[in-house]
């Protein structure tokens, strides 16, 4: 599987998926197909064949799905309830699928029986497409860098970020790196019936985030910590924060905070061949959304 075949992005708007578009635009000699809820809004490059479409709605997908090679699919939701019909509808179509999944699974342990939410909607995902037939990649990713972009309006505000459990070590991820791990995937064999755990280079407490974008910046940031109850309702006032994904998300914090720190695995560096980025990197990528 590699030239002149056709790949449908889903998520194509989003900080990963954009990524897979133009990573794709850049190498990939056949068509790229990218698929939003908004064309016009999504403002995605001319090379991409985008189409519309919603994946609560697999039926409106077959038109989309049509003629596709492989899908890069993402679960924008946060349940798992619409993902039979997406994976049916997938199936008829594609013959492989490379699944934007989570860390949260925890490998071996039944879905029903999985820690957290994001890990039981993400692993009842995972294994309906492994029952599809088709050949399968799952990506799952630790957190995403661009996560701290959540405190942008504090650092353009002042020099405290406010927030629960500054203590928490992250492995943070580039979304350029996932991508280019999902294009590995999509275009070249030997990554069927794989998932791979992805971590960026390196561990950092929140707090030391905060720091790393101040010293990126040229300015003294620093963490001031909040309880879990402040942080909760600081988040529920945030109009760009979905109320949904508040607790899941604090939940989340507090079993990544008693887990053990988050392993480096390499992953990005062995299937792409570069090594992942670090997060001062990502900062200086990202520069301009904090100030
Ligand atoms: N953030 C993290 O730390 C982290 C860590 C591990 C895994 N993940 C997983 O990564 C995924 C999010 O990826 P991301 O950050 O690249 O996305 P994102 O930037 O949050 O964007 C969400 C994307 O989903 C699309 N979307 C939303 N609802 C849709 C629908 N009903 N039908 C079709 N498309 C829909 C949006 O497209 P339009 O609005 O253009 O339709 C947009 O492209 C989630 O599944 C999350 O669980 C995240």
Not at 265 to 271: N, R, S
């Amino acid at each position: 599987m590699t030239a002149g075949r056709t790949i449908l992005v889903t998520g194509a708007s989003g900080n990963v998926g954009r990524q897979v578009v133009a990573q794709l635009l850049a190498g990939h000699t056949g068509e790229v197909r990218a698929l939003t809820r908004d064309p016009r809004a999504a403002a995605l490059p001319g090379g991409a064949d985008v189409r519309q479409g919603d994946l609560a709605d697999p039926a409106a997908l077959e038109a989309v799905l049509k003629g596709v090679d492989a899908v890069f699919l993402i679960w924008p939701f946060h349940g798992a309830d619409a993902a039979p019909a997406v994976v049916d509808a997938t199936k008829w179509h594609a013959g492989r699928v490379v699944f934007l999944s989570s860390a949260a699974v925890q490998e071996g342990v039944p879905r029903e029986r999985q820690r957290h939410a994001v890990g039981r909607w993400s692993a009842r995902v995972e294994q309906l497409i492994e029952g599809s037939g088709l050949v399968w990649t799952h990506l799952r990713p630790s957190t995403f860098a661009v996560n701290t972009l959540w405190w942008a309006d504090q650092i353009r505000a002042g020099d405290v970020v406010r927030g629960a459990y500054g203590a928490l070590p992250m492995a943070l991820l580039h979304e350029a790196d996932i991508a280019a791990v999902a294009v590995r995937a999509l275009t070249e064999d030997g990554h069927g019936r794989t998932a791979y755990a992805l971590t960026g280079p390196e561990v950092l407490t929140q707090a030391e985030q905060v720091r790393t974008i101040g010293e990126v910046l040229g300015r003294p940031l620093r963490w001031q910590e909040l309880s879990r109850a402040e942080a909760r309702q600081r988040l529920l006032a945030d109009d760009s924060f979905p109320d949904s994904f508040v607790d899941p998300l604090l939940d989340g914090y507090a079993a990544m905070l008693d887990a053990p720190p988050p392993a480096i695995t390499g992953a990005v560096e062995a299937v792409t061949g570069a090594p992942a980025r670090t997060y001062r990197a990502w900062v200086s990528d990202h520069a301009a959304d904090f100030s």
